[in-house]
């Protein structure tokens, strides 16, 4: 079965400091998609990242950037200089091609000025 | 406006109570998804639709009830619910059968059973 683990439930980082996210995940496939979506206290869940398998090159956009690990089976966050507006839960989710998305638990990440 | 729109925003029922959950996506998509998010849980996948034909429902007790008339409107019809069923409840939609289209989700309906 496919999981998704995220192992850090809370972080914290200091405002224009960079911070890793981390997620593994377990699956047999070798075609598959990653994402990382965040979900501040507006409670609004947003798309911020993707990947697809197939590809080497790691996706980046803008301040957020992902180290994609296929082998090891780790799809990592990072945040670049962090701003106030990034403390959210932020969610790693892992889909094939039908039509089931696998999430984690989530990461609460907090930005301190 | 997100393209998936959720209504109502807060809802709190009684246990004798019926309501219903509307979701309406105007993003082309043809699955829709419901999932319910809980304090200190991960999300929990309810139902999800394809082409209008119930393709998930992951043990969900009878007392919900979805309804997806076409593939823009989904509906999650409640009645005699528990107070454990308060929660967050986000509608989602995709393209079905293509793995690079994300989930997009709506602004979630905040329920309270009393």
């Known amino acids: 079965a496919q999981t998704v683990t995220q192992s850090q439930p809370e972080m914290s980082v200091q405002e224009a400091e960079t911070v890793t996210l981390s997620c593994t995940y377990d699956?047999?496939?070798?075609?598959?998609?990653l994402f990382w979506y965040k979900q501040p206290p507006s409670r609004q869940m947003i798309l911020v990242i993707r990947?697809?398998?197939?590809?080497?090159q790691n996706a980046t956009e803008n301040r957020f950037s992902v180290n994609f690990q296929k082998a090891a089976k780790s799809f990592s966050l990072k945040i670049s200089d962090s701003q106030l507006g990034d403390t959210a839960m932020y969610f790693c989710?892992?889909?094939?091609?039908?039509?089931?998305?696998?999430f984690g638990t989530g990461t609460s990440l907090t930005v301190i000025p | 406006e997100t393209g998936v729109t959720q209504t109502p925003r807060h809802l709190v029922m009684g246990m004798t109570n019926k309501k219903s959950l509307k979701c309406e996506q105007h993003?082309?998509?043809?699955?829709m998804y419901w999932y319910k998010q809980s304090a200190k849980k991960p999300l929990e996948l309810m139902f999800v639709?394809?082409?209008?034909?119930?393709?998930e429902n992951n043990s969900v007790p009878s007392r919900f009830s979805p309804e997806c008339p076409n593939s823009s409107h989904l509906f999650l019809h409640l009645h005699t619910l528990q107070p454990e069923d308060s929660a967050l409840y986000l509608c989602?939609?995709?393209?079905?059968?293509?793995?690079?289209?994300?989930?997009?989700f709506g602004n979630g309906t905040r329920l309270t059973v009393t």
């Open positions: 639709y394809n082409f209008k034909e119930q393709t």
């Open positions: 989710a892992f889909r094939e091609g039908g039509n089931q998305f696998y």
């Open positions: 989602a939609s995709s393209l079905a059968g293509q793995g690079r289209s994300p989930l997009h």
């Open positions: 993003l082309g998509h043809n699955a």
């Open positions: 699956t047999s496939e070798n075609n598959y998609y």
């Open positions: 990947q697809e398998a197939y590809k080497q």
